[in-house]
Nanobody, 123 residues
């Protein structure tokens, strides 16, 4: 089992920044690909970003490319999502997730999920 706890969400004005954190416990964190997803009211949960176990490979949704950065610190069992130039359409509950399977943008391959943290961007 892997337990994931997100933090860092909040209310921010458009153009602002937030950094989300996801702390992991349980099985060896460094063995897992980590992903961030988000879900806005009335919409499906969508892929945001993912990072390989070593941190050497990252993958982003087109909607956040150039604005968001995913990173990880395996010594601290933590993955981060730095969000810059936030837009009102980024408003959602953000979830981190862990997988040791491929197709990182597909939420169905992720085995473990956190409870989510709310991000609200005002215009």
């Amino acid at each position: 089992q892997v337990q994931l706890v997100e933090s860092g969400g909040g209310l921010v004005q458009a153009g602002g920044s937030l950094r989300l954190s996801c702390a992991a416990s349980g099985r060896t964190f460094s063995l897992y690909v980590m992903g961030w997803f988000r879900q806005a009211p009335g919409k499906e949960r969508e892929f945001v970003a993912a990072i390989s176990w070593s941190g050497g490979t990252t993958y982003y949704a087109d909607s956040v490319k150039g604005r968001f950065t995913i990173s990880r610190d395996n010594a601290k069992n933590t993955v981060y999502l730095q969000m810059n130039s936030l837009k009102p359409e980024d408003t959602a509950v953000y979830y981190c997730a862990a997988t040791n399977r491929g197709n990182w943008s597909d939420r169905r391959v992720y085995e473990y999920w956190g409870q989510g943290t709310q991000v609200t961007v005002s215009s």
